[in-house]
């Protein structure tokens, strides 16, 4: 079956100008995460979906930063006023169970490489 | 708070060789251990998910161990190949008494094998 899906594969945008990354999870995954990972850095945890609502987005850096899952299953990272300090590569995973007594694991996209020019 | 750490960051091994990659974290009261691969400009593959009453799992040629009293685990792989070179990442999702799904990541260790 399909995998998790992120789109675009690579953005390339201005300062200060709007961004939305899309991820589309693995059909029936009702857990969603966004990372996002600098070079020669792991994954830093931005914000986990348990279906539409956002169960905790303390990773989230600022107000700029936003991400919608509105039906539980595609999710949207939308970033504001982009700084060059946002360039990084976003990447989405989905698992069938968030909750605890779930195997729990996360199956990841491919990512977006985000550079703010 | 919980921090994950990752020893050596970069290990160069001929081929054939048998290795061990480390991971340590500073709360033992985690919900699960995943190791992952990434290869450069790719997205992170499940290697193997070891729960926290678990001691060890074993795909193939990798085993993972846990020790949560200790905050460690091991990836141990035999008879490396050049095509395990990649980046190797262990992240602990965090638990307690909520719905809590926190993950934390290690930064990884760079693997090149040599043929």
């Known amino acids: 079956g399909a995998g998790v899906s992120q789109t675009p594969s690579n953005k390339v945008t201005e300062k200060g100008k709007y961004v939305e990354l899309r991820c589309d999870p693995i059909s029936g995954h009702t857990a969603l995460y966004w990372y996002r990972q600098s070079l020669g850095q792991g994954p830093e945890f931005l914000i986990y979906f348990q279906g539409t609502g956002a169960a905790d987005d303390s990773g989230l850096p600022n107000d700029r930063f936003f991400a919608v899952r509105p039906e539980g299953s595609v999710s949207t990272l939308k970033i504001q006023r982009t700084e060059r300090g946002d360039s990084a590569v976003y990447l989405c995973a989905s698992s069938p169970r968030g909750l605890a007594g779930g195997p729990g694991e996360q199956f990841f996209g491919p990512g977006t490489r985000l550079t703010v020019l | 708070k919980q921090e994950v750490t990752q020893i050596p960051a970069a290990l160069s091994v001929p081929e054939g060789e048998n290795l061990v990659l480390n991971c340590s974290f500073t709360d033992s009261a985690i919900y699960n251990l995943q190791w992952f691969r990434q290869d450069p400009g790719k997205g992170l593959t499940s290697l193997l998910l070891?729960?926290?009453?678990?001691r060890e799992q074993t795909s193939g040629r990798l085993n993972a161990s846990l020790d949560k009293s200790s905050g460690r685990s091991t990836l141990y792989i035999a008879a490396s190949q050049p095509g395990d070179s990649a980046t190797y990442l262990c992240?602990?999702?965090?638990?307690?008494?909520?719905?809590?799904?926190?993950?934390?990541f290690g930064p990884g260790t760079s693997l090149s094998v040599i043929p």
């Open positions: 070891i729960q926290s009453s678990q």
């Open positions: 992240a602990v999702r965090l638990s307690g008494k909520t719905s809590y799904d926190k993950v934390i």
